[in-house]
């Protein structure tokens, strides 16, 4: 490629300009061609780097900077890694002060850069601002020491070289990476396993690797894995591990890069289906072709964990050596070790491989202990091929297991441990299939593996004091519950049998009740586990999907769950399962209902009635307690309760029914609509009531105008008074990240009743736009009408993508076919929508127009 030259004028200039930016775009689409016939990740970084120094080389010599100042490549494009749309990192050094008219020529240097299609980040330093910068930043301190000459003076490069050695000191240099690490795997939860893994610097991705380098190569510890390899800071197996990881993670970023044409370093949806199929992946009876893909992309990342994990302790101990004086023999076996347990002898666990989980126990029983010394790590990892079938029916190992289960403390942290390094799923074969297996249901938010341990965790959160907090009566429930450790069974093997085929509870049912048996444990204590495992989904479907209000479903639960201790347990286990699919699925208003529900459901197995006259009672007493807190006599109510039926006290609490009636005793007959809203008694979100003369397409109004604020309908309670008006009470969420509700509360009062009130034509469904997940794991919708147990209404069920106006959509439907609402049971799962609506109309006892009316919602409900 020619040097640009100044000389030409300005029209020349701007010739040799495009003549460069198209040099570089044809050589940068052969570059591309060249990997797609023939990948190679290392290759195609090095030619890359070569074309784009190249590039700088010429401008930089046609601009005519002072031969004093250099140009030098930092970041990962001084390292020589620089990837097909990633930045072209520079620093312009300079010996001192910048001379004048020397920043005008920096800045068109940039200028130009930027005109022929480089996207250059770059900053100008003199060898002192260097230092400072360096001192502050260990980011910058890094990119400096990764710095390699382009262009200008060679003599002021080794001035800086010589600078930035002679202040290098590589103890105080390894704790700061360390710590950068620690603080950026932070970020990440310190997890891998993300639907979307960022693939540079996600715990697991190349920054790990990078990582290990940036601290070797100052050091003068090795520069690459052969040469670590060498130096005996791992294996040659190891480092051959480590290169092929380090080639799939180069390959997944450039193909990422290509396919997203620009920088994107994070796997997303939109690209995972088309980069598993250019690297061969096909999908089969199960399992999309992405989805092998990322499991092959979460076993790469778990194993740099591992890797990453024992090369920075092995570096760590050459770099900070230990002193004898700082081991303590624990036992025959292992010993304490700068505060890591470490083996006393290297074949341990070859030797005795029942030391393998005594480890973990010790680990456990010794919280001044913060994990294992790089050997020991790389002896246990070697070591649990030792975990066979033999080992599995031992019955001291089956023993430690369970004591590890047992423990007061570390349990999460040691299953987790386990998990990294292989032991989990040798000691149980079932645990293997799901290692880094993603759940495409657009909820779970982590691998089934991951999923599994934060329900242990979230469970073990219930049994600690300092988490108290979060929720009172799980804390209050476990520390009643005997043998708790049992629900932590129930969690490993509650999703063990995802991905199989068939119905993953029952069929992880059998490998739980397995399990029980080889662990010789009580056949109560099985029983309890097999139940979870079998019916773990069976509360928060009875709670979200059905009406706890009403006794006999409240009757037909209580009688699945038999005893108070299932049920016990059973409650636990939900709140700690929902809460372990994703942050955004668990809210107060879903803990209200299974709350509402385990409470009902404990009155009966105590013995005690739930009968409909018993309830309606109760509430109506409690109510009238409370309307006496206002001042109001104890007739203000009749009224208004005397156009109320049974079937509206049953499905409003005494609250509730108080709060109504304070606001409408004196506007029984009143023309106007009335909107009340208030803060949601659940803790979270708003409780809106609407007391309207009934009127034809009124909850398709309703959901229209919420839709239009932004905010989502979670649950409705729907009933018309035997004088012709609608009482209905909604539970409303708004969808930003903190929403303002008590401001809200004027807006929809006012609001709401005005547009109930004129009646206005309704507005054709909004074109929402779906979201990235739904589009690239779209949901096929399904409609369901069948008449209930009584035959007094029918059930609607409704499973779809969610999207804003969905349920809008389909009220504007059932108002077509004048079909009434009397309930409303709205369940989103992060982005799937499963419903459930109470109805009845003439047109359901008309075969030929309920299969229009589920035609015309299926189209409602299509994208």
């Known amino acids: 490629m020619g040097a640009l030259s100044l000389e030409t004028g300005t029209g020349g200039a701007r010739t040799e300009l495009a003549r460069v930016r198209d040099t570089l775009q044809s050589e940068r689409v052969a570059l591309k061609d060249r990997f797609e016939g023939q990948p190679n990740p290392a290759r195609l970084l090095r030619q890359y780097r070569l074309l784009v120094d190249r590039t700088l080389k010429g401008m930089w010599n046609a601009i005519g900077l002072p031969r004093s100042v250099a140009l030098l490549a930092v970041g990962g494009y001084g390292r020589g890694e620089l990837f097909p749309h990633s930045d072209v990192d520079l620093l312009v050094l300079l010996p001192d002060a910048p001379e004048p008219g020397l920043t005008p020529k920096v800045e068109d240097l940039i200028g130009r850069l930027w005109d022929v299609g480089l996207e250059v980040g770059h900053s100008v330093r003199t060898l002192a601002q260097c230092d400072e910068e360096s001192a502050k930043d260990i980011t910058v301190r890094t990119t ?97 591990q480590l290169a092929r990881h380090q080639g799939l993670l180069r390959e997944l970023r450039i193909r990422l890069h290509y396919a997203a044409g620009r920088r994107e370093d994070r796997l997303l949806f939109d690209y995972q289906e088309r980069i598993a199929r250019e690297l061969g992946y096909a999908p089969t009876a199960h399992r999309r072709a992405s989805e092998l893909l990322m499991q092959r992309y979460y076993r790469t990342a778990k194993s740099v964990i591992q890797l990453n994990t024992i090369m920075l302790q092995n570096l760590g101990a050459a770099i900070i050596p230990a002193q004898d004086s700082e081991r303590e023999m624990i036992n025959e076996r292992f010993q304490a070790v700068r505060g890591l347990l470490d083996a006393r002898s290297p074949d341990l666990f070859e030797r005795e491989p029942g030391a393998i989980l005594e480890s973990f126990l010790i680990l456990q029983q010794r919280p001044d202990l913060k994990g294992m010394t790089a050997p020991t790590l790389r002896a246990l990892w070697r070591a649990r091929l030792r975990i066979d079938a033999g080992f599995r029916r031992d019955p001291r190992h089956r023993a430690a297991f369970l004591a590890i289960l047992q423990q007061k403390r570390g349990v999460v942290h040691e299953l987790r441990r386990m998990n990294q390094y292989g032991i989990l799923s040798r000691y149980l074969p079932p645990f293997r299939r799901i290692v880094g297996q993603m759940q495409y249901d657009l909820f779970h938010v982590y691998t089934v593996d991951q999923h599994i341990l934060a329900v242990v965790r979230n469970l073990r959160r219930f049994t600690m004091v300092e988490y108290a907090h979060e929720y009172p009566l799980c804390s209050r429930l476990i520390a009643e519950l005997e043998r708790h450790w049992l629900l932590y ?36 204590d099985t029983d309890l586990v097999v139940f979870l495992v079998r019916n773990h989904l069976v509360m928060s479907t009875v709670a979200q999907k059905q009406d706890p209000s009403d006794p006999e479903v409240v009757r037909r639960f209580a009688d699945t769950v038999g005893t108070e201790r299932r049920l016990i347990a059973l409650y636990l ?16 208003w879903r803990g209200k209902l299974l709350e509402d529900l385990f409470h009902l459901s404990r009155r009966l197995l105590r013995g005690e009635e739930i009968g409909y006259d018993q309830s309606i009672q109760a509430k109506q007493a409690e109510a009238k307690r409370l309307l006496r807190l206002y001042a109001l006599s104890d007739t203000v109510q009749d009224a208004l309760w005397n156009e109320l039926d049974v079937a509206y006290f049953l499905r409003h609490d005494a609250q509730a029914i108080a709060w109504q009636t304070r606001h409408l005793h004196y506007r029984v007959a009143s023309e106007k609509p009335v909107v009340k809203a208030r803060l949601s008694p659940a803790g979270e979100g708003l409780q809106v009531m609407i007391y309207v003369p009934d009127q034809r397409d009124l909850f398709a109004r309703i959901c229209g105008f919420f839709s239009s604020i932004g905010y989502n309908i979670v649950d409705a309670k729907i009933h018309t008074t035997r004088h012709g008006y609608a009482l209905d009470t909604f539970q409303v969420m708004g969808t930003g990240q903190m929403p303002h509700y008590r401001d809200m509360i004027n807006l929809i009062e006012h609001e709401l009743a005005d547009g109930l009130e004129h009646k206005a034509p309704l507005p054709p469904q909004p074109r929402a736009r779906l979201s990235r997940q739904l589009r690239h794991f779209p949901i096929t919708p399904e409609v369901h009408i069948l008449p209930d147990e009584k035959g007094q209404y029918f059930a609607l069920s409704i499973i779809a993508g969610d999207r804003p106006g969905l349920l809008y959509g389909i009220a504007r439907v059932l108002g077509k076919y004048d079909i009434s609402l009397h309930t409303a049971q709205i369940v989103t799962l992060g982005e799937r929508a499963e419903d459930v609506f109470r109805i009845s109309g003439a047109a359901l006892t008309n075969p030929k127009a309920v299969l229009l009316l589920e035609q015309d919602l299926l189209e409602a409900l299509q994208p």
């Not at 049998?497 to 109560?524: N, V």
Request: net charge positive; aromatic share 10%.
């Open 144 to 240: 400096l020491l990764e710095a390699r000459l382009l262009a200008g003076s060679r003599t002021l490069y080794r001035r800086f070289l010589g600078h930035v050695q002679s202040r290098f000191d590589p103890q105080a240099f390894f704790s700061a990476k360390r710590l950068e690490q620690e603080q950026r795997h932070a970020k990440f939860q310190d997890a891998a396993y993300s639907l979307e893994p960022n693939l540079k610097e996600a715990p697991g991705g190349l920054r790990d690797l990078q990582t290990i380098l940036w601290i070797a190569r100052p050091c003068d510890l090795g520069c690459t894995w052969t040469e670590l390899a060498a130096r005996g800071f791992v294996t040659a197996q190891e480092a051959r």
């Open 489 to 524: 069974v129930a969690a490993i093997f509650h999703d063990i049998a995802k991905g199989r085929g068939g119905d993953h509870s029952q069929l992880g049912a059998i490998d739980a009740a397995r399990f029980c048996g080889m662990h010789e444990m009580s056949r109560e």
């Open 573 to 588: 286990f939900t709140v700690a399962d929902i809460r372990g699919t994703s942050p955004k699925v668990w809210n107060a």
